[in-house]
């Protein structure tokens, strides 16, 4: 024996199969563009950067104080550069016990010199005196 059944549907809730124009077809293939900011997305991405910034100058920045007290100035005495000497000999001369390369830095410092090769014959320089 066979059957048969016999159903009933809507033929309004069935949708029409869906045709491809040809200008749906050009906007699909169409490059996309760059993200674009509105005035509060502007104004979020700049405070975050000035945000960042500020942090990075405080994590960074110079430590110094600045007090009402006077300091103690270091006892220096004056040497005159002779031919031959170098920065290295006047350190360990003034801080034998020492360690000499602090002691070098030290006086590199203490003269605002560049580097420790900006000696110069004649002139005098101020050195820290040990104890």
Do not use: C
């Not at 491809?20 to 077809?25: E, F, H, R, Y």
């Amino acid at each position: 024996m066979s059957t048969m059944t016999i159903s009933q549907f809507d033929a309004r809730s069935m949708r029409p199969a869906r045709t491809v124009t040809a200008q749906a077809q050009a906007q699909a293939q169409r490059p996309t563009t760059a993200v674009r900011l509105t005035r509060r997305g502007k104004a979020v991405v700049l405070s975050a950067a000035v945000a960042a910034i500020a942090v990075f100058a405080v994590m960074f920045g110079p430590s110094s104080t600045a007090t009402d007290e006077a300091g103690t100035p270091a006892e220096t005495t004056m040497v005159r550069i002779l031919p031959g000497h170098t920065l290295w000999e006047i350190a360990g001369e003034a801080n034998p016990n020492g360690d000499i390369r602090k002691t070098v830095d030290e006086i590199i410092k203490l003269n605002s010199m560049p580097s420790a090769s900006a000696l110069q014959v004649g002139t005098e320089i101020a050195v820290p005196v040990y104890s």
